[in-house]
């Protein structure tokens, strides 16, 4: 009687273990997903922000010729 007592709690232990392992590897997988999908949504910010910048750039290149244009014309006048 006590060695099928024994044996019942050694077998619980083991499904107890089992059941605890396998559901921190769900949770740890879970954790996991939601990081990588907040990485792609930061990944899309930066990616919209770089895109965002590099039309700021071009907006620059061109007032930079514009003021540089008047320049000349203002240099021009004057002599």
């Known amino acids: 009687m ?3 007592i024994a ?4 077998i619980a232990l083991l499904v ?3 059941a605890g392992y396998l559901l ?5 997988q879970r954790q996991l997903n939601e990081v990588q999908g907040q990485m792609l949504v930061v990944q899309s910010d930066l990616k919209a922000a770089q ?4 039309a700021l ?3 620059l290149r ?6 540089q244009r008047l ?3 203002v240099t021009k006048g004057r002599k």
Not at 7 to 10: G, L
Not at 51 to 54: G, L, Q, R, V
Not at 62 to 67: G, P
């Open 24 to 28: 921190w590897g769900v949770r740890t």
């Open 16 to 18: 107890g273990l089992l």
């Open 2 to 4: 006590k060695r099928r």
């Open 57 to 59: 750039e071009a907006e």
């Open 62 to 67: 061109q007032e930079r010729d514009r003021r």
């Open 71 to 73: 320049e000349e014309i």
């Open 7 to 10: 044996v019942a709690a050694i």
């Open 51 to 54: 895109d965002k910048i590099k």
